[in-house]
């Protein structure tokens, strides 16, 4: 059964970093747009960054310039480097893998950036 695995998340101080991984077992990447979303609490899950099979990136202006995404084949992996953390970029991290009509999400990570 194909299933993503985050990993990486903590508690860091404003300014800090962290690197996030989203490890896939049972499907290996192909044709597939990858990306990572958040979720604070009371708020509504939204799109951070995403990547294609060509290494096309998109990111939400909100993180433009402190994440950086990026993917490994050889190890079916998709990282997210967040530097220069804020304290409103606490939240729960998601990654999906889209394959035409089927979406695969992970289950998350937390993530706490303290002032």
């Known amino acids: 059964q194909a299933q993503l695995v985050e990993s990486g998340g903590g508690l860091v101080q404003a300014g800090g970093s962290l690197r996030l991984s989203c490890a896939a077992s049972?499907?290996?990447?192909?044709?597939?747009?990858m990306g990572w979303f958040r979720q604070a609490p009371g708020k509504q899950r939204e799109l951070v960054a995403t990547?294609?099979?060509?290494?096309?990136?998109n990111y939400a202006d909100s993180v433009k310039g402190r994440f950086t995404i990026s993917r490994d084949y050889a190890k079916n992996t998709v990282y997210m480097q967040m530097n220069s953390l804020k304290p409103e970029d606490t939240a729960v991290y998601y990654c999906?893998?889209?394959?035409?009509?089927?979406?695969?999400w992970g289950k998350g990570t937390l993530v706490t950036v303290s002032s």
């Open positions: 990547i294609t099979s060509g290494g096309s990136t």
């Open positions: 999906k893998l889209n394959r035409g009509s089927m979406d695969i």
């Open positions: 049972g499907i290996m990447f192909r044709n597939d747009i």
